[in-house]
């Protein structure tokens, strides 16, 4: 019997439908599932007449897989991965490689690379994005992990993902955990691409009072510009879409949002390595915030804000809304590449930005007609310090400035929370400050704690403290940063 070319265990939807992809690129798979029925009932069913071999226990998928033998799991993080990792060892020889395509945070990621290495096997951890049908039709894949595997599983990630033209939505992005912190900081785009996307939704709706008709339109109208993307084209067709009584479901359910904890790891990362991650630190707290449902019944009882009243030309300020979006994804990205770099120096990656970019502009998400120029900015220049530095992003977004500084100050004066478009403009403009009131900061911690400043006019690395009350000594604190 022909062996297969990889196997794969969990069958849940991204499982099923990842080999039924990989199945229709000429791929014979073996797949395995800890409640073995759904085994069967895979093989008899969507997979009935296909190139899978069905196996109910690990040594038989092992045993049914070519050399080097290539073991993937897509199961839930954390715990089960290691407990797989423990089951599918003593299965493998030396070369043979296991395979993480589920959403680990990437220290697991990293402590796993080391520790499979040890047994003289190779490790990938791999981001796979794009849900259900992603998954089945075309993902975008960001493997990580031991370089020397990725030589044997390249045809097959590449064919199963998503294209661009024909450029694949997978390359490799670098050793251990590169390819989980990858795909976590794109989830955290995600997050706040999302609440960006939102905000906007709100104000359409308790400001300019438009039905979910009206805002169809304008969704459907921003998605042939610059916002093309996947969530401005979902979010289109949620607001045309009717419940069984013809009005619109999306006005039907719960303002209360899920997450499962990516946004999250990518503020702790950023906070860990010191990056200004503001707009997806505060996507985060706003989906906390939305889970407070009764206390914000409660809230809104009690507490009292001013009265929504909007009197300015409409046709503009939905123009405006759309620079607003423009101008704080722009942000978003360019906080999430800073914390890519800040990573690559931390952990020792090779990160290809340009790479980055293009696997993210299909299969994804986030996919959107925007990460083109992301792509275009670092083969510009592939030192690019920071994506505001590149003449494109530099050019949109000063011209988007002014709809967008509008838009908060509208917000703000009538008491409509924009969380994300504020605090994306906030960044921007302390950003682009030559000079911030840190100094100020800087003589409050000398003043209390005696943690020394550094002066404009001594060059820096030297150190200062001073005496502010007369009643301290000399005495101070060693320099450290957290």
């Known amino acids: 019997m022909k062996k297969a070319d990889i196997g794969l265990i969990g069958l849940a939807v991204m499982g099923e439908n990842l080999v039924l992809n990989m199945e229709s690129k000429g791929f014979t798979v073996a797949v395995y599932n800890r409640t073995v029925d759904k085994v069967d009932k895979f093989v008899t069913g969507r ?11 690990i040594a038989d998928l092992c045993a049914d897989l070519e050399r080097p033998r290539k073991v993937m799991m897509l199961v839930k993080a954390g715990k089960p991965v290691d407990e797989f990792i423990e089951q599918i060892i003593p299965h493998l020889e030396p070369g043979d ?31 796979v994005s794009g849900g259900e049908e992603g998954a089945l039709l075309g993902p975008s894949m960001m493997p990580g992990g031991s370089p020397a595997a990725w030589p044997a599983v390249k045809e097959i990630f590449q064919a199963v993902a998503a294209k661009v033209g024909i450029e694949p939505c997978c390359d490799w992005v670098g050793e251990n955990g590169a390819g989980h912190f990858v795909k976590m900081v794109h989830n955290g785009i995600e997050y706040g691409d999302m609440q960006i996307i939102c905000e ?21 109208e921003w998605n042939k510009g610059d916002l093309d993307s ?44 010191g990056i200004p991650l503001t707009l997806i630190g505060e996507s985060v707290f706003a989906r906390c915030l939305s889970a407070q449902k009764d206390l914000r019944v409660k809230a809104s009882k009690y507490l009292s804000g001013p009265d929504k009243l909007f009197t300015g030309d409409k046709a503009q300020f939905i123009s405006d809304l759309k620079d607003a979006l423009l101008g704080a994804k722009i942000i978003s990205y360019a906080q999430g590449y800073d914390l890519m ?7 020792k990656w090779n990160l290809n930005n340009g790479g980055i970019a293009l696997m993210w502009r299909g299969g994804c998400i986030i996919r959107s007609v925007f990460l083109g120029k992301i ?6 220049n592939p030192e690019l310090e920071h994506l505001l530095l590149d003449e494109y992003f530099k050019t949109t977004i000063e011209k988007a400035q002014a709809g967008w500084r509008r838009v908060v100050a509208t917000a703000i004066t009538n008491g409509v929370p924009a969380p994300c478009l504020a605090t ?34 001594k060059p820096r690395g030297q150190y200062f403290h001073t005496n502010w009350t007369g009643r301290g000594g000399d005495t101070a604190s060693s320099t450290y940063t957290v």
């Open 47 to 57: 997979g009935a007449g296909k190139n899978f071999i069905g196996c109910h226990s």
């Open 97 to 127: 490689i296991i395979i993480d395509g589920g959403n680990s945070h990437f220290p697991d990621t990293i402590r796993r690379c080391k520790y499979v290495e040890s047994k003289g096997l190779l490790y990938i951890g791999t981001g």
């Open 200 to 220: 906007a939704y709100q104000m359409m709706k308790e400001l300019l009072g438009m039905d979910a008709d009206e805002m169809h339109e304008v969704f459907a």
């Open 230 to 273: 996947y969530l401005v084209e979902i979010t289109r067709d949620i607001l045309g879409f009717r419940d069984e009584n013809g009005e619109a479901l999306v006005e039907k359910i719960l303002d209360t949002a899920g997450q499962k904890g990516t946004g999250k790891w990518t503020g702790v990362a950023a906070l860990d390595l």
């Open 341 to 347: 770099g800040e990573a690559a120096k931390e952990f």
């Open 375 to 380: 792509k275009e900015a670092f083969d510009n």
């Open 424 to 457: 994306a403009l906030t960044y921007f403009d302390g950003f682009r400050s030559e000079r911030l009131p840190a100094n100020l900061l800087q003589a409050q911690r000398d003043y209390f704690g005696a943690h020394t400043y550094e002066r404009i006019d």
